[in-house]
């Protein structure tokens, strides 16, 4: 009897917790970020970045209309989203409308991503499909690469670099050609910080960890996921090597679809690009 009533005791509370953590997957967090790194320059100029992470479509936790209807309103310079889409080649077409959406929002200075261990999941001609639709709905994909735009006279450096817990991560091809400006850095894993002492960045964005999902009473599942866990920088803004980054809990779950002491995220960061002075202005006719 006593086996029977302990054996229905757990029963229910599983079920509750299991309720619970569903039910936290729909109490979606947005998050603002204020980064000055300009302190340097005479003057400078606020940049938007809307950041996204770790969709897993598979178990994603807002609908395409939810999303537009939560950033309808917000001014938008340009769109991160770093890694892990999804995992499942049936899962792609599920992504066409969050891209489309994203399009609405119109980012001034466009989209970019960057891939995680999960799109990497997708062998040859299917992560080849990933990248088109990406690309075809106007999202520039990065791989150890890097893409300069000019805001107000200065250059802005957005720098992709792969994900570093599946090894393909290449700083060094990453900042290849790169002169002075602003270096923001995409990346999915943000251990590759512990790499990059010699390089610098302004800002970095990543996610990865999902701020542990189960972070209850701690992530202790994490602790295989890098030395960052053991640092205990699992969620939001760190720094290292004097060095400002940013770890996203993510939109989406992975395995069982519940969240505990962790909450869905989307991050708006707005960083002051420094603005480079007009040498020629003031001078004497």
Not at 75 to 92: C, V, W
Not at 103 to 128: E, I
Not at 202 to 220: N, R, T, V
Not at 231 to 253: A, P, R, T
């Amino acid at each position: 009897m006593f086996g029977w009533i302990l054996t229905i005791s757990l029963v229910g509370l599983l079920t509750v917790v299991f309720y619970k953590g569903y039910k936290n997957t729909k109490n979606i967090a947005v998050n603002y970020i204020s980064i000055d790194s300009s302190k340097k320059s005479s003057s400078s100029r606020p940049f938007r970045i809307l950041h996204l992470s770790d969709l897993h479509l598979e178990n994603i936790s807002i609908t395409p209309k939810e999303l537009y209807e939560t950033l309808k309103d917000e001014p938008i310079d340009l769109i991160a989203i770093t890694g892990d889409f999804l995992d499942r080649k049936r899962t792609i077409p599920k992504l066409k409308p969050y891209l489309q959406v994203l399009n609405q929002l119109a980012p001034q200075y466009g989209t970019y991503a960057v891939f995680g261990n999960h799109d990497y999941v997708l062998r040859n001609k299917n992560f080849q499909e990933l990248k088109k639709v990406l690309e075809e709905n106007n999202c520039k994909t990065m791989q150890n690469e890097n893409d300069t735009i000019m805001i107000d006279g200065s250059k802005l450096h957005i720098i992709g670099i792969d994900d570093y817990s599946t090894k393909r991560s290449q700083i060094e091809k990453s900042y290849e050609n790169i002169e002075n400006g602003y270096n923001l850095v995409l990346t999915h894993d943000p251990n590759v910080v512990l790499g990059m002492k010699d390089y610098h960045y302004d800002y970095l964005l990543s996610g990865h960890f999902h701020g542990g999902q189960i972070h209850w009473p701690k992530p202790y599942h994490l602790v295989k996921m890098g030395k960052l866990v053991r640092m205990n920088m699992v969620k939001g803004l760190h720094q290292h090597d004097g060095k400002i980054f940013y770890i996203s809990e993510g939109l989406g779950q992975t395995a069982l679809n519940i969240r505990l002491g962790s909450r869905p995220e989307i991050t708006i960061h707005n960083i002051m690009l420094p603005i480079e002075a007009d040498e020629s202005a003031g001078e004497a006719v």
